[in-house]
């Protein structure tokens, strides 16, 4: 009958213990806030609730809903506009074109999502399990060992950034990519506007850049703790081909800064697979031959003066697959 109701219990089952290559830190398995959205059969919203400190530390929610089919979403850590804006849609398709910018992650709160869906039967109520998963991958740089001549000596590894970065996602995963941050390696994709000298800034930088001031000698290797980078996926493998006044949309690349004799030499590594959602990307990279010149950092290496391991595994399951650049 209409108005007939009963208890829906929803176990929040939040990030499960990490298989990732290099850990996950504390901050992204962390849920700061907590939004749940059920909707009727009809995919129309029955009620919004925001979930308590308690309820996150206690990992579940009981709300009263009316009987019937439902679909549930969680949203964890959003805010500003992009909470704003799901809060005001009456419907689950409404919810999942809300645009999220990569800006509202956060290394302390990563953007996470969850969906599913149960039956709620008066008495008898209906239960559901949300297992938020996060909405970037995550690149982190594993080591960097100098195998160049001898007379180079020690180098050091001054920083590392994310190019061609796709900015734009929205809460269902399916948004094109029409965003894209650190263009060719540049701030504004201006020819000598790289990233990291005369004041050019990485976009979105708490996500996308790192200095690392590290020093490698020769024949050796140096191991980076924790450092990582998050970018929307894209689902382009096209490598990147240096410098083009009118960007093109590539595969995103991970560019290393190696000082050799005083000189920087610019590393890019293009993560010629598909960048998932949720997945690391663990790169290792070995240097053989001198890189790019600064005025033209994004020219594309040749394979006798760079060895690259990629490897990537699921946050979550562990797959892996390796790949020499």
Not at 9 to 15: A, K, N, P, R, S
Not at 167 to 193: I, K, L
Not at 216 to 234: D, E, I, Q, R, W
Request: glycine content about 10%; hydrophobic content about 40%.
């Amino acid at each position: 009958m209409p108005g007939d109701g009963g208890k829906l219990t929803v176990d929040l089952g939040g990030i499960v213990p990490t298989k990732a290559i290099t850990g996950a830190t504390s901050g992204e398995m962390k849920v700061n806030s907590l939004m749940l959205y059920v909707f009727d059969s009809n995919g129309m919203l029955d009620l919004a609730h925001s979930c308590t400190s308690g309820e996150i530390e206690a990992k579940q929610a009981v709300m009263e809903v009316k009987t019937g089919s439902k679909t549930i979403y969680a949203l964890a850590n959003y805010r500003g506009e992009a909470l704003n804006a799901a809060n005001g849609k009456a419907t689950v398709a409404e919810l999942e074109q809300v645009p999220v910018p990569l800006g509202d992650n956060r290394t302390d709160g990563l953007l996470m999502t969850a969906s599913t869906t149960a039956t709620v039967a008066s008495g008898a109520g209906g239960s559901a399990t949300l297992g938020l998963t996060r909405q970037v991958a995550r690149v982190a740089l594993g080591s960097v060992t100098n195998k160049l001549p001898g007379p180079y000596g020690t180098v050091r590894v001054l920083r590392a950034f994310l190019c061609n970065v796709v900015g734009n996602q929205n809460v269902a995963g399916t948004a094109s990519a029409s965003v894209w941050y650190n263009q060719n390696a540049t701030s504004d994709n201006v020819a000598g506007h790289v990233i990291g000298t005369a004041g050019y800034a990485a976009q979105e930088a708490t996500l996308t850049y790192a200095e690392l001031n590290e020093d490698v000698g020769l024949n050796a290797s140096h191991t980076f703790s924790n450092k990582f980078f998050y970018a929307f996926p894209n689902a382009l493998t096209n490598p990147n081909n240096g410098f083009n006044a009118t960007f093109s949309p590539t595969a995103t690349v991970l560019m290393v800064v190696v000082q050799v004799k005083g000189v920087p030499y610019y590393y890019p590594i293009a993560l010629t697979g598909t960048l998932e959602r949720n997945k690391d990307y663990q790169v290792d990279l070995t240097i053989i031959g001198l890189g790019n010149t600064e005025d033209q950092p994004f020219n594309k290496i040749e394979k006798a003066n760079l060895a690259a391991s990629v490897q990537v595994s699921d946050w979550t399951s562990g797959t892996t697959y390796t790949e020499t650049i």
